[in-house]
């Protein structure tokens, strides 16, 4: 299993929930399967062409997750963070 953090923006498609176990070997396996629980969590980090939103930002451990098919591998760490912006 992948723990997965998700910023507090995405709280409300988790039901609350700010840390996840998914399944996976790669970021759009682990999304996916997220998903499936959560409808509606991935295409707020994904787009339409199933490429990471601008203001997202993916890593898997300290590593940046550039694409969806970014290995993963089994107890890893896949930390979502979101762009703040403002005035």
Do not use: C, N, T, W
């Not at 991935?42 to 590593?63: A, C, N, S, T, W």
């Amino acid at each position: 299993m992948v723990q997965v953090l998700l910023p507090s923006q995405l709280y409300a498609y988790s039901g609350g929930v700010s840390r996840l176990e998914a399944k996976g070997a790669a970021v759009g396996e682990v999304l996916d399967d997220l998903d499936a629980r959560f409808p509606g969590l991935k295409f707020r980090i994904v787009d339409e062409q199933d490429r990471i939103r601008r203001h997202m930002r993916l890593f898997v451990g300290r590593l940046e997750a550039r694409d969806m098919a970014a290995p993963i591998a089994d107890g890893e760490e896949l930390l979502i963070f979101g762009a703040l912006s403002g005035g």
